[in-house]
């Protein structure tokens, strides 16, 4: 990891490539279309069914900062399947599966699975985990920078072919949550209490 870089009255904003929390992207595309297409399947059997889906996602982005242009477009076709299994007694699962291709990084899966256990009839126990990948879009999610006098660097390696020369932000996703119900004078109440924990596998930094 490259430490930030100052000057004297203007210091530099450096951002690494080694991340903050997965989100949604803010838009600063010039345009975009997806298209999905879904199949759901129905066996006889109530307590299970299953979905899969095809996706295709494209969107443009062309992005000028001081000198510098950074451009981009991304493909992202896709395909997604999820199996919910009510088989066991009080006991609910969701597992999915996801595999695309983007075409600057390639192929990637995201899997996850979600369980519920009933305890009893007013409290159940909830566990997950799952992987997140995404593509980092630097200036429109800190945007805040340009409102200062700092110069901007972006340390990426500019030689390949990847956003602002950086790799895609990756990390697992892990929480367990319990939820009792109660009545108190005659009214309904719930409490609730949960951990979750994210394992970053790599991560954009900004250094302010």
């Known amino acids: 990891m490259l430490a930030p870089e100052y000057q004297t009255r203007k210091p530099q904003i450096t951002t690494h490539s080694?991340?903050?929390?997965?989100?949604?992207?803010?838009?600063?595309?010039?345009?975009?279309?997806?298209?999905?297409?879904?199949i759901k399947t129905c066996p006889r059997m109530r307590t299970s069914h299953g979905d899969a889906a095809i996706t295709m996602y494209s969107r443009?982005?062309?992005?000028?900062?001081?000198?510098?242009?950074?451009?981009r477009e991304e493909i992202v076709p896709g395909?997604?399947?999820?199996?919910?299994?009510?088989?066991?007694?009080n006991l609910t699962v969701v597992a999915g599966l996801r595999g695309d291709y983007n075409?600057?990084?390639?192929?990637?899966?995201?899997?996850?699975?979600?369980?519920?256990?009933?305890?009893?009839?007013?409290?159940?126990?909830?566990?997950s985990v799952g992987?997140?990948?995404?593509t980092a879009n630097v200036f429109a999610e800190n945007s805040?920078?340009?409102?200062?006098?700092?110069?901007?660097?972006?340390?990426?390696?500019?030689?390949?072919?990847?956003?602002?020369g950086l790799n895609p932000e990756i990390a697992w996703n892990y929480g367990v949550n319990l939820t009792t119900g109660f009545k108190l004078f005659n009214n309904e109440g719930t409490f609730t209490t949960d951990y979750y924990y994210t394992d970053f596998q790599n991560q954009i930094i900004v250094d302010w």
């Not at 080694?18 to 879904?38: F, P, W, Y």
């Not at 805040?144 to 602002?164: C, D, E, H, K, L």
């Open 144 to 164: 805040g920078i340009f409102a200062t006098s700092r110069n901007i660097i972006v340390n990426g390696n500019v030689s390949t072919n990847s956003a602002y």
């Open 79 to 89: 395909v997604f399947a999820e199996y919910t299994l009510k088989a066991i007694q």
């Open 131 to 134: 992987r997140g990948q995404r």
């Open 103 to 127: 075409n600057i990084y390639g192929a990637f899966a995201t899997p996850r699975i979600h369980a519920k256990y009933d305890l009893t009839e007013n409290s159940s126990l909830r566990a």
């Open 18 to 38: 080694s991340v903050t929390h997965l989100e949604k992207s803010r838009a600063e595309s010039v345009g975009s279309a997806a298209v999905s297409i879904s």
């Open 60 to 71: 443009p982005y062309s992005e000028k900062v001081n000198t510098l242009a950074y451009s």
